[in-house]
């Protein structure tokens, strides 16, 4: 169970990180250099201790990183419509049982009846900390359209995660071996593959004007882009080691020895430890049910890690 809190903590990290890196960068651009900057620093490892691109797990490992990390393109969608507090609660509540059917259907790795009663206590806590107290101002339009979009994702995490583990037990079968790592690694490569043809889908226009285009107007906007990375990539280099690298990897560790249904769970309760650093970096106060829905997702998640034990 330490490598899933570990996830925790860094997807924590991530997420403040994030929050920077798409103020400098956009959400599409910024998501893109991010999974750059980690692959760079996973395939250090991968190509030299690691197993690099080799393995009977590598196709569905990658294909687990184009709906996992696509599933993010939707998610940074959900918060441009409905804000990012509602799209996290549909999201991290939803990812953990989506993942936990798909398993039980798929692979017949059933829950027992404890670890389904303190996974429904922390997503219970997870909701009550991050549910919307006011009212939202937002079109019926728009509220579906984010709604569906956050849906999507949480199925993408949900559905990611299980082809991991569909993967490790390619590789069991084969009788092969594979580190957290190098599984980080593998996927993160169908996520840039994903999010590149995304980015060059969004940026389109703009890369038809810079070659039939004005080139001082290209300049101008080159030494904008200039003055952008001198203060932001710290920021994204932070994001891609906390989130993509070393988080994913931890998350891959635990799905090593854990299945969807334990690990999603606790993973859920990135958005209440991410309240103590919004205080820090941005000066947010949490609120009391915050702080409650806290106290209920760590009891849960302490119960979870006893009944697994």
């Known amino acids: 169970m330490f490598p899933a809190f570990l996830t925790t903590i860094l997807f924590s990290f991530s997420a403040v990180t994030g929050t920077k890196t798409a103020k400098f960068f956009g959400a599409t651009e910024g998501n ?6 980690a692959a760079l620093a996973l395939s250090f490892y991968a190509h030299t201790v690691g197993q690099g691109i080799a393995g009977p797990g590598f196709s569905i490992l990658f294909i687990s990183g184009c709906i996992g990390f696509g599933g993010d393109i939707a998610l940074f969608q959900g918060y441009m419509r409905i804000g ?8 991290q509540c939803l990812a953990a049982p989506f993942a936990a ?60 995660a299980v082809l991991s583990r569909k993967a490790y037990v390619v590789i069991e079968d084969a009788g092969g071996h594979i580190d957290g790592i190098t599984t980080a690694y593998q996927r993160i490569l169908g996520g840039i593959l994903i999010t590149g043809i995304f980015l060059l889908f969004v940026r389109r226009r703009e890369i038809a004007d810079r070659l039939g285009g ?33 988080g994913v990897s931890c998350y891959q560790w635990a799905l090593l020895s854990k299945g969807t249904g334990v690990v999603l769970p606790i993973v859920a309760m990135t958005p209440l430890v991410v309240i103590p650093l919004a205080r820090i970096f941005e000066g947010e106060r949490p609120t009391k049910r915050s702080l409650l829905g806290g106290v209920i997702a760590v009891i849960g998640a302490v119960g979870l890690t006893v009944a697994t034990l």
């Open 84 to 91: 990012s507090r509602l799209t996290i609660l549909i999201v």
């Open 214 to 246: 004005d080139r001082s107007a290209h300049q101008e906007k080159s030494d904008a882009k200039r003055g952008v990375w001198k203060k932001g990539w710290l920021w994204m280099t932070i994001n891609g080691l906390s989130g993509p690298a070393l």
């Open 32 to 37: 893109f250099w991010r999974l750059c900057v």
């Open 101 to 160: 059917i798909t398993e039980w259907i798929w692979l017949g790795n059933a829950l027992t009846a404890q670890e389904i009663l303190f996974g429904l206590v922390i997503l219970a806590g997870v909701g009550l900390a991050l549910a919307p107290a006011e009212h939202l101002n937002i079109n019926r339009r728009k509220l579906t359209v984010g709604i569906a979009f956050g849906l999507f994702a949480a199925y993408c995490q949900g559905f990611g």
